[in-house]
């Protein structure tokens, strides 16, 4: 029952075609397209830094890689997977589906979301081009002081201060975007309540990403003045603390790991009512869990500094919020099962990696648990435990989550569907891999192996499932092989599907496969959570649904349109101003080395301002709404 | 099937290990107080994990659409107050079972020793450990100084005091206890009460929070003494080491002076009476030669080896010795002084003497 | 327009009613606040960890409190002057409005000569960036909270630019009032400052 009645007038169509279309577009689904790509080509990049660290680790006291090397590739694997992969994932989801899903025809602020998206992709740019530049950071992805602010010779750190920083003003943006579209753009009659979970999630996060990301700023401001220009926040030998580092890094670190989740967990929570045919079990549980996470994860920061030494009452303080933020954590589970429970289960591929999400997660979140028990964490911190660990909720979890929204979605985005047949095999050697890789992590850290470590030596019994785990990373790699193989050949030759190949249940499956550019020729007025649902199915006397009578609607079922539809105008602006600041930045990474630095920071200031007063002054086309 | 595998994963890993540095093989009296608390709540994690997998399982098995499915559509079921309570509730108070125990144990580690006990002073550098007794002088009321290898009397109490020269480390013998980690500006504390059962055994343990280069090299040994067996590596220790007065070790002495002092530390018994020699900024080598082990516990102490590290340390362990700085502090690393076959095999002579 | 399920929706309900785009905007300019709240606010932190981490250098005794409270009284003042420009543009009177604007701009100069005057006044008696924790932390917040008055200034000069062109109506992206909400914001950081910093001498 797509809309297909035809657009009086569509005032101003930007031009689809060629590259300067997608350089200017402001087109929401555009720009999710573009994160995603270029997420999933960083995808392959953390990828392969991750096979090099795990050849080195196959065998004991190996001599493949240098400490230097080796230090370098797992801090940008870090940083890669975390900024370069996750987030922008997310961010591909959130752009594409948001304004669908609220029956919206894009964000609040459409150049803004453009400016984001360029912003993001040139400071990875930058940030991996260190390798050819001067070096990569290699201090780990936390990047602990007062070993970054020690070395100031080589200018890895600094592409590290800078680079977290560029990619931290992008997040701002995008956040501020998707709060400002989700709280004054949604379609008539849907109120919050009314919202897809994976919408709530996206204000949650977007939250967390406000205050949290000032945080750190401030910290990798603090770090590139010790590195650049003196100051001694960080240099114990002038009273400065070292720790001081850490709990700035921690207070943003820690909401941003439900950053990395929660997006994850809001694509589970649509996609487990679709594949079960019932809605989600607890609607306002798992929503109102995922605020009760929002605040509670400002307040658990330090349970990653236990054995730092900030003394017993700090220590059990944040212990026992640890222990109490793992309920609302802990609590979606059971919502997730109840929703399978008694449904008609199809067991694809996008619903298999939402199974495996559940499975995997619960690992990771009882994982998370044995650390809250703060002596055992004296422990487990800094071991291969806890890269299981986190492996598991991040992988097991985000990742899996993510896999299942790309299969899901990407009937809406292409109009074909994924193939099957890859699929499974996708996710049975991707699941198996997985486990193989991380499962005996576990093992390693209980057995005293550290993590971070270039090398291990013989006779500690760390050989045998260092290797099982080199084996696991590989199959996960042909895995992903397979994803792409997939994603490429049903891009091409797929089977074509109509825009509700699912049955499904949220806004987004009334626009057509690919939507139009302006999503809706008619913007629906809600009146249920699962409206689109509601439109198909109502219950019988047994609370069963059956399939209501054809033509049958809730009147009015659209909002009257009494003008034309005026879509944003596409821009170069956003990309110029995004170039200018990452000029900038790279001015001050190289500030050190003299005139370059400076430099290329004045002609940064310059394309900078060239950007943003024109963005300023560029008329404004009416915001679509 | 795979639940199977990972249960069985699990099961292999809280058997208790008999590997040198497992934390699954406590043997002091603080390692086995964190056993105890781990293995309760590894017990209550796996007891949820069956649980919560077996119902998924279940789930997937019994309501799986099949293949000629005539059945009717599922009931809505919008969600259960009760039962989302309950199952909020149930976890809450499991978490309170882990809860109780833990500030137990937490705060029983955090306090300081009672009566008698054993203090040593630990100082991390890049990339070696600095131990000092402050209880235990020599005649000149100077404390026992060594590096890297640590002794414990068992049955007794030792409080670590611990900070950093440089940056942050952390000190991991987990056997012996859970890690703390050491701090520039600050101290921190590990109580080690090693079982009497132990005597005699060397655990292994190394750093655990990065710091750069040989994060992965910086490792330490701790043997457990009698604490008859302590008192005399103690009183060992606290003698001078002699000036060789010919052989090739006295002309390692020279090269001593000359060079190996800018860094290294001894304690000598000099003609006018014994006096320390040299820097502290590397590791005091009075008793170099009854060391086990060299570069912290990369190699064993060998003439092979210790030739191996002075002639080219650099292959013994990654540093970077050309960004040392002694106006700042900033030490990286052993150089290579380019000393020929000779001279070294002088320096490994008189180091192998100094037992 | 929120709305529940049990609503009859009817023609009336989708005219127009205020402006939606304004709304989002003062949103977007909110959330943006509360963003620099938490950047100020870590700032702010740091430095009450540090105010007596001198390292024998000069600490607090440098403070000039009667020069710094007349800078004070001059940014709030600049306030004032913001208030009356937001009222004028309200009002459709653009010329008065700009007066305002200009006033507003000349006033949030003055400050920072103030703080530039004040700056160089502890530098010649040895507080610098690199003299302890606590030079490194005053200088970072009240260079920060600077840095965001001169954007501020930036910001009112477009906005006097664009008027002056004819091109700013209530329809225009370059926002009097939402550039009136970011130039209180950041006096309100400065009182918050003037009282942790100069005035609570813990």
């Not at chain 2, 109780?100 to 550098?125: C, I, K, M, W, Y």
Request: aromatic share 14%.
């Amino acid at each position: 029952m797509a809309i297909t009645a035809p657009v009086e007038d569509l005032g101003y169509t930007p031009s689809t075609k060629g590259v300067w279309s997608w350089l200017t577009t402001v087109d929401h689904k555009r720009i999710g397209l573009m994160y995603g790509v270029s997420a999933l080509v960083f995808f392959v990049v953390g990828g392969l830094e991750a096979l090099m660290i795990r050849t080195q680790l196959a065998s004991a006291d190996s001599t493949i890689l240098t400490a230097d090397a080796y230090n370098q590739l797992f801090t940008m694997h870090g940083i890669t997977m975390v900024f370069a992969v996750i987030m922008p994932v997310a961010a591909a989801f959130q752009n594409y589906m948001i304004p669908l899903q609220i029956g919206a025809r894009d964000v609040a602020f459409p150049r803004l979301n453009a400016f984001s998206f360029w912003l993001f992709l040139f400071a990875v740019i930058m940030l991996s081009s260190s390798f050819f530049l001067g070096g990569s950071p290699d201090g780990a992805w936390v990047g602990y002081a007062n070993l970054s602010t020690e070395v100031t010779e080589f200018v890895r750190m600094d592409y590290y201060a800078i680079g977290v920083q560029l990619l931290g003003i992008a997040s701002i943006g995008s956040s501020a975007n998707f709060i400002a579209t989700i709280f004054t753009m949604r379609a008539p009659g849907m109120t919050m309540m009314k919202m897809p979970v994976f919408t709530w999630m996206t204000v949650v996060t977007s939250f967390l990403l406000i205050l949290s990301l000032p945080v750190i700023a401030v910290g990798l401001w603090q770090m590139f003045f010790d590195r650049n220009f003196g100051t001694v926040f960080y240099e114990a030998q002038a009273a400065g603390d070292p720790l001081l580092w850490q709990h700035l890094f921690w207070i943003f670190g820690h909401p941003e790991v439900y950053v990395l989740i929660l997006p994850a967990m809001g694509i589970v929570s649509e996609t487990l009512p679709v594949f079960s045919r019932k809605p989600l079990f607890g609607y306002q549980f798992v929503v109102f869990s995922g605020i009760a996470i929002g605040f509670l994860g400002f307040g658990v920061w330090a349970h990653h500094m236990f054995t730092a030494g900030m003394g017993p009452v700090a220590e059990a303080g944040f212990g026992l919020a640890t222990m109490l933020i793992a309920v609302p954590t802990g609590v979606k589970i059971f919502n997730w099962i109840g929703t399978m429970w008694g449904g008609k289960l199809t067991l694809n591929t996008p619903m298999l990696f939402s199974i495996g999400f559940i499975a995997m997660f619960i690992i990771g979140g009882l994982s998370g648990v044995t650390h809250a028990a703060v002596p055992a964490d004296t422990q487990q911190h800094d071991s291969y435990y806890v890269v299981a660990h986190f492996h598991y909720v991040l992988f097991g979890g985000s990742v899996f989550g993510f896999m299942a929204g790309a299969y899901y979605w990407f009937p809406k985005w292409t109009g074909k569907i994924l193939s099957e047949t890859l699929g499974k095999w996708h996710f049975w050697l991707m699941f198996i891999g997985f486990n193989l890789t991380f499962g005996p992590m576990h093992i390693l850290g209980l057995n005293g192996m550290p993590r971070r470590t270039y090398r291990y030596p013989e006779g500690f019994g760390w050989e045998f499932w260092n290797g099982m785990a080199t084996i696991g990373a590989f199959t996960i790699a042909f895995s992903i092989l397979l994803f792409i193989i997939n994603i490429v050949k049903s891009t091409r030759s797929g089977t074509e599907v109509g825009p509700d190949p699912w049955d499904a249940r949220t806004l987004e499956w009334m626009a057509a496969s690919p939507p139009a550019i302006h999503n809706f020729d008619q913007v629906p007025i809600v009146r249920h959570l699962d409206e689109w649902w509601h439109r198909k199915y109502g219950v019988d006397e047994e609370g069963r649904a059956v399939p209501l009578p054809e033509g049958y609607s809730e009147e009015p079922a659209f909002v009257p349109e009494t003008g034309g539809i005026h879509m944003p105008s596409p821009s170069y602006y956003p990309m110029i101003a995004a170039a200018g600041l990452v000029a900038m930045g790279a001015g001050l990474v190289f500030w050190s080395s003299g005139f370059l630095g400076v430099g290329i920071l004045v002609v940064g200031v310059a394309i900078a301002f060239w950007g943003l007063v024109g963005w300023a002054a560029e008329p404004i086309t009416r915001e679509a709404h | 099937m795979l639940v199977v595998l990972v249960l069985a994963l699990l099961l292999a890993a809280c058997a208790t290990s008999d590997l040198p540095q497992s934390s699954l093989n406590p043997k002091s009296a603080e390692a086995q107080q964190i056993d105890e608390l781990w293995r309760l709540v590894l017990y209550l994690a796996i007891a949820v994990f069956v649980v919560v997998e077996a119902a998924l399982v279940i789930a997937i098995f019994w309501f799986r659409k099949r293949k000629d499915d005539d059945k009717p559509e599922p009931k809505q079921t919008h969600g259960n107050t009760a039962l989302e309570i309950t199952w909020s509730i149930i976890p809450a108070l499991i978490l309170v079972v882990i809860a109780v125990p833990t500030l137990q144990t937490l705060f029983d580690l955090a306090s300081p020793p009672e009566g008698n006990f054993v203090r040593v002073n630990v100082t991390g550098h890049q990339w070696w450990w600095e131990f000092e007794y402050p209880d235990i002088l020599d005649a000149n009321g100077r404390p026992l100084t060594t590096a890297n290898e640590l002794h414990l009397p068992v049955g007794v109490t030792t409080e670590l005091k611990m900070t950093s020269a440089d940056v942050i480390h952390s000190f991991w013998v987990p056997p012996l206890a859970g890690k703390r980690d050491v701090v520039p500006g600050h101290f921190t504390f590990i109580k080690i009460t090693p079982d009497v059962s132990r005597a005699g055994e060397a655990i292994p343990g190394q750093c655990a929070e990065f710091c750069w280069l040989s994060h992965a090299d910086m490792r330490t040994l701790v043997f457990l003494d009698t604490e008859a067996d302590f008192q005399a590596w103690a009183d060992r220790q606290l003698q001078p080491a002699t000036i060789p007065t010919d052989g090739p070790a006295a002309s390692g002495f020279e090269i001593f002076t000359a060079i190996c002092s800018t860094c290294h530390q001894a304690f000598i018994a000099a003609p006018e009476g014994p006096e320390v020699f040299g820097e502290a900024i590397a590791p005091d080598l009075t008793h170099f030669g009854s060391r086990t082990t060299l570069g912290a516990r990369v190699l064993d102490n060998t003439t092979e080896h210790l030739t191996q590290w002075i002639d080219n340390p650099e292959s013994v362990k990654p540093m970077a010795p050309e960004l040392n700085n002694f106006d700042t502090g900033r030490i990286l690393g052993m150089p290579d002084y380019g000393l020929d076959a000779e001279e070294i095999a002088e320096l490994v002579a008189l180091l192998e003497g100094w037992k | 327009m929120s709305v529940t399920s049990e609503h009859v929706f009817e023609e009336a309900d989708f005219e127009a009613t205020g402006d939606p785009v304004h709304r989002t905007r003062k949103t977007a300019m909110w959330i943006f606040l509360g963003s620099e709240a938490f950047f100020f606010g870590a700032m702010i932190s740091t430095f009450l960890l540090y105010r007596n981490s001198t390292n024998g250098g000069p600490g607090a005794e440098l403070f000039n409190i009667p020069f710094t409270s007349a800078s004070s009284f001059i940014l709030l003042m600049s306030s004032v002057t913001m208030v009356l420009a937001d009222n004028s543009f309200r009002k459709r009177d653009q010329r008065q409005g700009r007066i305002w604007l200009i006033g507003t701009a000349a006033l949030g100069l003055t400050f920072l000569a103030g703080q530039i005057f004040e700056f160089t006044e502890f530098y010649e008696h040895g507080l610098t960036l690199e003299t302890s924790p606590f030079g490194s932390s005053f200088y970072m917040l009240t260079g920060f909270h600077g840095a965001h008055v001169a954007g501020g200034v930036l910001m009112l000069s477009l906005l006097i630019a664009f008027s002056m062109r004819g091109k700013l109506s209530p329809d225009h992206g370059m926002n009097v009032e939402l550039t009136a909400l970011y130039w209180h914001f950041v006096d309100i950081v400065w009182i918050v400052i003037f009282t942790v910093v100069y005035l609570l001498q813990i």
